[in-house]
């Protein structure tokens, strides 16, 4: 049947009627006074969102667009840079910061395990002569949907005084409290296609005074991703190059639609998604790759061992047009992923997990009861 796909992966994410509504609109000029008030109202509604009266800028680029804005508007060459590696997105900041030229040291743990925060603070603590320019975390880690404790590594930040902490936050922005004011992060990096709820094609990145101070002295090269063009025309309600206009109209209509959910009940409703997702899965004798203390709310990993996971990820498409994503990099075959971030409600997961038991069940998957999965998310759903 057409017209059925349910994507459960981690971006893109589905895409709510009325933004696809929005979507279908005729273009209108970027330099028209009817966009600029849609630039206006964008621009408070995603300091609303972060949490912050810092400057959050608007690319026309993927997530990966404003992780590398938030490094080479901030940063020089030969600049040391201590990075958090514990999946294929912390490898990604360090990958580009290398590629940049600056220093890079890794602060590593296995995939599936949170970043220990105590490494962050000796490191930070022992750097007397103030070497370490910046501090580059993955909050929310896709590839494994771990949550790593980015406040605690903050604070640690701050003890230093001098580095910047630069967050990707593409996946727990819009999905767990990310208080950038409060916390003070300087540098937060984000994209379209996941906790928006719109298609790919936009990239945010949030700016704190701090950073712009870093900004003035910040030597690699940069013109298209030059922030300080963005922050000149932002002030003016308008952008330095021609912008996909529609998706800034659907992002209108986003964050209107999360504005109207409110944070607090955004991160309560993911919170419910992951905890009936892990729930569902423990009942079905599944492993979960994630520890149940630092799970991401967007994101369950599972480690399947007596059933093939690409087999699984096969039959949930073939069958019932569910779509859930494979593992990436060495974590290929060994594991899937359910995306439960953005659009998504209680009876999507309800709907994931129903189908999940039945394609276990096709595979001869010996080690459930069947019924146990939705017995367990409904527990949960019940509750709140
Ligand atoms: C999706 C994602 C990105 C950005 O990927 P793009 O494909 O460039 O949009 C970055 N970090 C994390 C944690 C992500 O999940």
Same mark, same amino acid.
């Given at each position: 049947?057409?017209n059925?796909?349910?994507l459960?992966?981690?971006g893109?994410t589905?895409v709510p $009627?009325?933004?696809?509504l929005? !979507?279908a609109?005729?273009?209108i000029?970027?330099?028209s006074g009817?966009?600029?008030?849609?630039?206006?109202e964008?621009?408070?509604?995603?300091?609303?969102?972060?949490?912050t009266q810092n400057?959050?800028?608007v690319?026309?680029?993927?997530?990966?667009?404003?992780m590398?804005?938030?490094?080479?508007n901030f940063l020089?060459?030969g600049d040391?840079?201590?990075?958090?590696c514990?999946?294929?997105?912390?490898?990604?900041?360090?990958d580009l910061?290398?590629a940049?030229?600056?220093?890079?040291?890794?602060?590593?743990a296995?995939?599936?395990k949170?970043?220990?925060?105590e490494?962050?603070?000796?490191?930070?603590?022992a750097d007397?002569e103030k070497?370490i320019?910046?501090?580059?975390?993955?909050h929310? $880690?896709?590839s494994?949907?771990?949550l790593?404790?980015? $406040?605690?590594?903050?604070r640690y930040?701050?003890d230093h005084?001098e580095? !910047?902490?630069?967050?990707d936050a593409?996946?727990?922005?819009g999905?767990v409290?990310?208080?950038v004011?409060?916390?003070g992060?300087d540098v937060?990096?984000s994209?379209?296609?996941?906790?928006?709820m719109i298609p790919?094609?936009?990239?945010?990145?949030?700016?704190?005074?701090?950073?712009?101070?870093?900004?003035?002295t910040a030597?690699?090269p940069?013109?298209?991703?030059?922030l300080g063009s963005?922050?000149?025309t932002?002030?003016?309600?308008?952008?330095?190059?021609?912008?996909?206009v529609?998706?800034?109209?659907?992002?209108?209509a986003a964050?209107?639609?999360?504005?109207a959910?409110?944070?607090e009940?955004?991160?309560?409703?993911h919170?419910?998604?992951?905890?009936?997702t892990?729930?569902?899965?423990?009942a079905?004798?599944?492993?979960l790759?994630?520890?149940d203390?630092?799970?991401?709310?967007?994101?369950t990993?599972?480690?399947?061992?007596?059933?093939e996971?690409e087999?699984v990820?096969?039959?949930m498409?073939?069958?019932?047009d569910?779509?859930?994503a494979g593992?990436?990099?060495h974590?290929?075959?060994?594991?899937?992923?359910?995306?439960?971030?953005g659009?998504?409600?209680?009876?999507?997961i309800?709907?994931?997990?129903?189908?999940?038991?039945?394609?276990l069940?096709e595979l001869g998957y $010996?080690s459930?009861?069947?019924?146990?999965g !939705?017995a367990a998310?409904?527990?949960?759903?019940?509750?709140?």
């Amino acid at each position: 049947m057409d017209n059925k796909l349910m994507l459960m992966i981690p971006g893109p994410t589905p895409v709510p $009627e009325q933004v696809l509504l929005a !979507l279908a609109k005729h273009p209108i000029g970027h330099r028209s006074g009817e966009f600029s008030q849609i630039m206006a109202e964008v621009t408070q509604n995603l300091k609303w969102l972060h949490q912050t009266q810092n400057d959050v800028l608007v690319l026309t680029a993927s997530g990966t667009g404003a992780m590398e804005a938030g490094i080479i508007n901030f940063l020089s060459p030969g600049d040391r840079v201590l990075v958090g590696c514990n999946g294929k997105f912390g490898d990604r900041w360090a990958d580009l910061s290398a590629a940049f030229g600056l220093e890079v040291e890794k602060i590593t743990a296995d995939w599936g395990k949170p970043l220990d925060t105590e490494q962050f603070r000796e490191k930070l603590s022992a750097d007397t002569e103030k070497k370490i320019k910046a501090v580059i975390i993955t909050h929310s $880690e896709t590839s494994t949907g771990v949550l790593n404790d980015v $406040e605690t590594v903050n604070r640690y930040v701050k003890d230093h005084g001098e580095a !910047l902490i630069i967050v990707d936050a593409v996946t727990s922005l819009g999905a767990v409290n990310l208080p950038v004011d409060a916390w003070g992060l300087d540098v937060v990096a984000s994209g379209s296609q996941k906790g928006y709820m719109i298609p790919p094609g936009l990239g945010f990145v949030c700016v704190s005074p701090k950073a712009w101070e870093a900004y003035k002295t910040a030597k690699l090269p940069r013109f298209y991703l030059d922030l300080g063009s963005y922050r000149k025309t932002a002030a003016k309600n308008t952008n330095p190059f021609t912008p996909p206009v529609n998706l800034v109209v659907a992002l209108q209509a986003a964050l209107r639609m999360m504005q109207a959910e409110g944070l607090e009940a955004i991160f309560a409703r993911h919170q419910r998604l992951m905890r009936a997702t892990r729930d569902a899965v423990k009942a079905l004798s599944l492993p979960l790759f994630a520890p149940d203390d630092a799970a991401s709310p967007a994101i369950t990993a599972v480690i399947p061992s007596s059933v093939e996971a690409e087999q699984v990820r096969a039959v949930m498409k073939k069958h019932f047009d569910i779509v859930l994503a494979g593992g990436q990099d060495h974590l290929k075959g060994k594991i899937f992923r359910i995306g439960h971030l953005g659009f998504v409600s209680e009876r999507d997961i309800l709907a994931a997990i129903g189908a999940l038991e039945a394609s276990l069940g096709e595979l001869g998957y $010996e080690s459930m009861t069947p019924g146990a999965g !939705l017995a367990a998310a409904a527990r949960v759903f019940a509750q709140s």
